[in-house]
Every structure is written in C-alpha cells, then in structure tokens.
C-alpha cells in the first residue's frame, strides 16, 4: 500500500459532525488536496469522499436538512469513491439494524450493519488487525459490526472472525477509526484505489 502517484485528488471530508480533521491530516501527508465538505456545492467540487465516525442518526438528520443526503447518494450512483470509518460504514450501508426508524442510509455497498455492534463507548477497545499481511492498529469507539455481506463485497481484514474493513466497487468502509493510529496506508491504499479508476 503506497502513496498515490500522478494527479493530485480532490478527496471532500464530510465535517457536518464527528471525526473529520484527522482524516484531512492523513490525506494532506499523502499529498491528496484534502477539502471539508459540508454543502451540496462544496461536494460538486471533490473526486472522492470520506465519510468519519461520529454519531450515525445525527449524521444523518444532518445530511438530510443540509441537502446533502441526495447530493452524496446521486455522486455514489455515478461512481464517485467513498470511504465511511465507523459511522460513515453506517451511512453508506444498505441496511442498518437497531438504527432509529427515521435514520436514512445510502445503500452504496450491500452490507449490512449493527449499530453499537461492539458495545458501548466502555467497550471501546484497540487491536491488531491483519491489513494485506502486515499488522495494522485497529482503534474501535462504539463500533458497528458487519453482520452479512452481499457478495459482490470483498473483505479486506478481519477481527475475531468477524469483516471490519470491506470493499464493494469504488467503496471502503472500516468498522474502526484507522485515522486514529497515525498509520496512513488505508487511506493511501483509498488514494491508489481512486487514481486506478481515473
């Protein structure tokens, strides 16, 4: 997993709510231009999204009331990347269990995923996980589990036997916050994934 070579990326960072700008510090390191996206006309100007953790059923009545829910859902359709860290794997679901009856998701990879999955924030936890053969820190905050994966989904690591990193097409998303290991290799391994389909 190394760093993207050619162009420079636009990659938008939803900041509506949540842990956004360590995700920006990671993709400025590796040379992307990072952007914080909170409109509909600063997603119109990004090559690719990443969607932090946070709290899943605010982030989504925020992207609902901002505009933006219809906006990020029309880009995915047309194939625009995206990777979703623990609440954002919640918004880019297809199907969200134990969510609130009027939490909306984006349905942009099959899979389908439990909220708080992992326990309460008193369950938060820290692991090892195998990432492509080498040790990555896993740092899991209220995660959400995977609990069935559509098949066109490749599971890229696991953890107890259990998916926490995955991929379908054009989108990432991790059960835990790999911007919080100071490890950039995930999101640089999403740059090399964007500049390949360019």
Do not use: W
């Amino acid at each position: 997993m190394g760093g993207p070579v050619g162009a420079v990326a636009t990659v938008g960072v939803l900041a509506l709510q949540g842990a956004f700008a360590a995700h920006v510090d990671l993709l400025t390191e590796l040379g992307a231009t990072a952007r914080l996206v909170k409109t509909p006309e600063q997603l119109a100007g990004v090559d690719a999204l990443v969607m932090p953790g946070g709290e899943s059923t605010t982030m989504s009545k925020l992207l609902v009331s901002s505009g933006l829910f219809d906006a990020i859902d029309t880009r995915l359709r047309a194939g625009m990347p995206a990777f979703g860290t623990c609440a954002g794997m919640i918004l880019l679901a297809t199907e969200v269990l134990d969510g609130r009856p009027d939490q909306r998701s984006l349905a942009a990879i099959d899979i389908a995923v439990r909220r708080n999955g992992y326990g309460r924030q008193v369950d938060s936890f820290e692991t090892e996980l195998d990432v492509a053969g080498a040790p990555f820190h896993g740092v899991f905050i209220r995660a959400p589990k995977l609990e069935r994966l559509g098949p066109g989904v490749e599971v890229l690591a696991e953890h107890d036997g259990v998916p926490v990193l995955a991929r379908q097409g054009a989108v990432t998303v991790a059960s835990f916050h790999p911007e919080l290991s100071g490890d950039p290799r995930l999101h640089a391994q999403f740059l090399d994934h964007l500049y390949q389909r360019s």
